[in-house]
Nanobody, 125 residues
Framework: QVKLAESGGDSVQTGGSLRLSCAAS??????MAWFRQAPGKEREGVAG??????YYADSVKGRFSISLDNSKNTLYLQMNSLKPEDTAMYYC??????????????????????WGQGTQVTVSS
C-alpha cells in the first residue's frame, strides 16, 4: 500500500516561497499530484505529474513547479510568488493503476487512491 507523508508547510508573507515535499513509500505509482483545500472551499487540483508530463491549474501556472526525485521517492511542489489566496491545506495524492486519459482528469480527486494527511500553507498580506 502506498503511503504518503507531506512536509514543508509554513507561514510566509506575500511574495515568499515554499517547497513542499511528499515522501512516498509502499508501492510504485503511475501518477502523483498536489491538491489544496482552503477553509469553506472544495479541494482543488494544483499540479499533477505522470511520466514526465506536468499539469498545472491556471491559478498557479508560472508560480508553482511540480517535480519528482525518483531516487528519494519524493514529490515536490516549489511555490514562488505566493499570494494570500494560496493559503490552504496542501495534500499529496497518488494513483497506482494506469489511466489513459490522465491529462484530462489529473485534477479530479476521485482519480487518486492514496492521500497524505496534508501540510498547512498560510500566506499573509
Amino acid at each position: 500500500q502506498v503511503k504518503l507523508a507531506e512536509s514543508g508547510g509554513d507561514s510566509v508573507q506575500t511574495g515568499g516561497s515554499l517547497r513542499l515535499s511528499c515522501a512516498a513509500s509502499g508501492y510504485t505509482y503511475s501518477a502523483m499530484a498536489w491538491f489544496r483545500q482552503a477553509p469553506g472551499k472544495e479541494r482543488e487540483g494544483v499540479a499533477g505529474l505522470r511520466g514526465g508530463r506536468l499539469y498545472y491549474a491556471d491559478s498557479v501556472k508560472g508560480r508553482f513547479s511540480i517535480s519528482l526525485d525518483n531516487s528519494k521517492n519524493t514529490l515536490y511542489l516549489q511555490m514562488n510568488s505566493l499570494k494570500p489566496e494560496d493559503t490552504a491545506m496542501y495534500y499529496c495524492a497518488a494513483r497506482v493503476s494506469y489511466i489513459a486519459s490522465y491529462s484530462s482528469v489529473w485534477s479530479r480527486q476521485e482519480k487518486y487512491e492514496t492521500w497524505g494527511q496534508g501540510t498547512q500553507v498560510t500566506v499573509s498580506s
